[in-house]
T-cell receptor, first 114, second 109 residues
Framework: ETGVTQTPRHLVMGMTNKKSLKCEQH?????MYWYKQSAKKPLELMFV???????ENNSVPSRFSPECPNSSHLFLHLHTLQPEDSALYLC?????????????FGSGTQLSVL | RKEVEQDPGPFNVPEGATVAFNCTYS??????FFWYRQDCRKEPKLLMS?????NEDGRFTAQLNRASQYISLLIRDSKLSDSATYLC??????????WGAGTKLIIKP
């Protein structure tokens, strides 16, 4: 079952590189999310889009730039990252985006910044 | 006090046993709760939704104690495939899902 697909699965980049993570949901949901998961730490919400409008930005550094061209697609553009940004980046979607509903996650991008 | 606290474990449990773990929260406005399971190097997947005082689904029972501000997950007749990390999620307000760091469960044959 691949309701939410993320690419790439793995990414290694240098601190001067620019890369993008892509997420696509096939569930007809209205809200999409980017989460960061570091080892042995809780998931950290980065960005939320509801009906293609950004509704939450949790003080994320500007080296992370989200883009939501439509309700099915979400991107996370990366530039001049730091080694501490190495983590699992998860995309998720939900029906309404109101904070009370279930999330469906993609398989994540394991990012390593050298 | 952290908003969500979970015992990180690991809980080492023999196959067939019953195991329970709790999740405490500090946001008293939470109306509903979720338990997700996450396998190693995989994404979290929804296990149970709790919208009232509790929910039961097969071998799994989730309960909410509003007075003491914790939710629990009980697994009966544990299987090897239950080995995973269990994440507690009490929603706060608008999009601010606050996640626990998870409890690692290892079922041994």
């Amino acid at each position: 079952e691949t309701g939410v697909t993320q690419t790439p699965r793995h990414l290694v980049m240098g601190m001067t590189n620019k890369k993008s993570l892509k997420c696509e949901q096939h569930l007809g949901h209205n809200a999409m999310y980017w989460y960061k998961q570091s080892a042995k730490k809780p998931l950290e919400l980065m960005f939320v889009y509801s009906l293609e409008e950004r509704v939450e930005n949790n003080s994320v550094p500007s080296r992370f730039s989200p883009e939501c061209p439509n309700s099915s697609h979400l991107f996370l553009h990366l530039h001049t990252l730091q080694p501490e940004d190495s983590a699992l980046y998860l995309c998720a979607s939900s029906q309404e985006g109101g904070g009370q509903e279930k999330l469906f996650f993609g398989s994540g991008t394991q990012l390593s910044v050298l | 006090r952290k908003e969500v606290e979970q015992d990180p474990g690991p809980f080492n449990v023999p196959e067939g046993a019953t195991v329970a773990f709790n999740c405490t929260y500090s946001n008293s406005a939470s109306q509903s709760f979720f338990w997700y399971r996450q396998d190693c190097r995989k994404e979290p997947k929804l296990l149970m939704s709790v919208y009232s005082s509790g929910n039961e689904d097969g071998r799994f029972t989730a309960q909410l104690n509003r007075a003491s501000q914790y939710i629990s997950l009980l697994i009966r007749d544990s299987k090897l495939s239950d080995s995973a990390t269990y994440l507690c999620v009490p929603p706060a307000s608008n999009y601010q899902l606050i996640w626990g760091a998870g409890t690692k469960l290892i079922i041994k044959p």
